[in-house]
């Protein structure tokens, strides 16, 4: 991934079809994000985030919840503050919700 010269914040989605199933964001963590904002709209169903490779299923014990009608602020550093690779994978308790991503980038100079 590059360095992402556009605005400040970029927003995304992950829309999780198959409650079993988990996915990737639209757009993939800018090298340049510092934070993470992930906003949970759905009335009742919770978002779960877990960094891990895409495609099962994201236990709730063991994933980041974001309940329903709710926001988590996740601090994660730019890239060169990371330990290791950084893929951050959405799913949910029910299908169809969609988690809805907020980037926070550094300025460049």
């Known amino acids: ?37 992930i906003t949970n709209v759905d009335a009742a169903e919770t978002i779960y985030a877990k960094v891990v ?20 602020t996740l601090p994660i550093g730019v890239l060169s503050d990371r330990v290791g690779a950084y893929n951050l994978v959405y799913a949910a308790s029910a299908n169809g919700v969609v988690a809805y991503i907020t980037y926070v980038l550094e300025l460049q100079s």
């Open 53 to 72: 490779a895409a495609g099962g299923a994201l236990p709730a014990t063991s994933s980041i919840n974001v309940p329903s009608s709710s926001s988590l």
């Open 1 to 37: 991934m590059a360095i992402s010269n556009g605005p400040t914040v970029v927003g995304t989605s992950a829309t999780v079809a198959t409650a079993t199933t988990s996915v990737v964001p639209l757009i993939a963590i800018p090298d340049n994000c510092h934070t993470i904002v």
